[in-house]
């Protein structure tokens, strides 16, 4: 198999610097590297751009092509036409940003990640990362999820034809039950990555390929044991600020043979593990015989603050929302005026507006005919 690596680089040259240094003592080198490095904006600094095109052209111990852009096309566009750019000629690509520092057993372990699954079509991508969740380590090396990560990681041709910029994409899912479920079990952040593009705050390309491999329930591989230390956490990058919530171990001792399963999925632990992180409790809510059935009245901000505690005391049939339709999790979103058609204990009201909340009550009861002691008022039981 035809494998490209990619770094994309544009003015950090220390950050740069030690990706370069760490795929040189990669066990494996790279069969081709491709660097590509953004044009200048006006404005930023030149030097230190000029300091990272010596670092790449300096490169003298692989198979290497540097492309330099004729003007600044930002993360997104460059990291997509870099990706397109390189799938002419190959079958494969793993792509590098250059705050993703990889291990010395990184390129090998992507490259056997490509051979054991690519005829496996609904894995669609491959990453060295291993997310900052608990999981127990099985006998293999890697696991199943429902979530791409975009630091050091990589995908086949065929699979990378399903790209597609597609801002509507989230909306349609949400029209459908078991799609919204889907969505909210892997990318609870993903909406707001989007507004944020449209706003001009970030400049996300991954929110569409996580988007697209959700809708598709594809399979993403990650190793129990991270291969990428991302050093982009301290405030110099497009997208993220100074953080150590996604500081992960790395195992950086020589490895060859890794330990990767047949048939790969969801196992029930990596999904739960997954919530806290980018995922909805009310995703795995379900009937059991020791919770009351609800709904929920103000699918908002505040249902979310507290979702984790209604998911464990409740089983949440339904939403009720005024602005909002379709699915949340799986659970259907109806008006007000279908509540005489719906099989419930109790009705809990989720909204911060105390005036708001007594109003919503008194219409329930006396128009509606839900007994007082039946409606909880979540400001009162949960606002504390």
């Not at 490509?114 to 999981?135: A, N, Q, R």
């Not at 990555?193 to 390929?209: E, M, P, Y």
């Amino acid at each position: 198999m035809k494998i490209a690596t990619l770094l994309f680089t544009y003015h950090r040259s220390y950050h740069t610097g030690q990706v370069i240094s760490a795929l040189k003592r990669s066990s494996i080198h790279p069969q081709k590297l491709f660097v590509f490095q953004d044009g200048l904006k006006p404005g930023d600094d030149g030097a230190q751009w000029r300091e990272v095109n010596n670092l790449i052209n300096g490169i003298d111990w692989c198979d290497k092509e540097v492309i330099i852009a004729e003007y600044n096309k930002g993360l997104a566009n460059s990291i997509v036409a870099g990706i397109n750019y390189a799938f002419r000629g190959y079958d494969a690509v793993i792509v590098l940003e250059d705050d993703c520092v990889p291990t010395v057993n990184f390129i090998d372990f992507m490259q056997q990640c490509f051979d054991k699954y690519k005829d496996k079509k609904d894995v669609y991508s491959v990453s060295g990362y291993s997310w900052p969740i608990t999981l127990e380590k099985t006998e293999y090396d890697v696991y199943g999820c429902g979530r791409i990560s975009s630091w050091g990681w990589g995908t086949w041709k065929d699979r990378w034809c399903s790209y597609e910029k597609d801002y509507e994409l989230a909306s349609k899912m949400k029209k459908d039950k078991n799609a919204s479920e889907n969505l909210a079990l892997w990318g609870m952040d993903l909406e707001d990555t989007l507004v944020g593009n449209v706003r001009g705050i970030c400049d996300s390309w991954a929110v569409f390929w996580a988007l697209n491999v959700i809708a598709k329930k594809g399979i993403c591989i990650n190793p129990y044991e991270s291969f990428i230390r991302n050093i982009g956490m301290d405030g110099t990058g497009v997208h993220c600020g100074v953080t150590d919530q996604f500081e992960v171990k790395c195992i950086d001792e020589k490895k060859h043979d890794f330990c990767l399963p047949d048939n790969i999925g969801f196992l029930n632990e990596t999904i739960k593990a997954f919530i806290p992180l980018h995922g909805s409790y009310t995703a795995l809510n379900r009937q059991t015989a020791d919770r009351s059935r609800v709904l929920v009245y103000g699918l908002g901000n505040f249902y979310l603050k507290n979702e984790k505690q209604i998911s464990h005391e409740y089983y949440v049939d339904k939403f009720i929302d005024r602005s909002k339709k379709g699915y949340f999790a799986g659970k259907e979103i109806i008006k007000l005026r279908q509540l005489e058609q719906c099989s419930f204990d109790k009705i809990i009201i989720m909204l911060q507006d105390e005036k708001e909340n007594n109003k919503v009550a008194y219409d329930i009861s006396k128009n509606y005919g839900v007994p007082e002691e039946n409606i909880i008022s979540g400001i009162s039981k949960y606002d504390v």
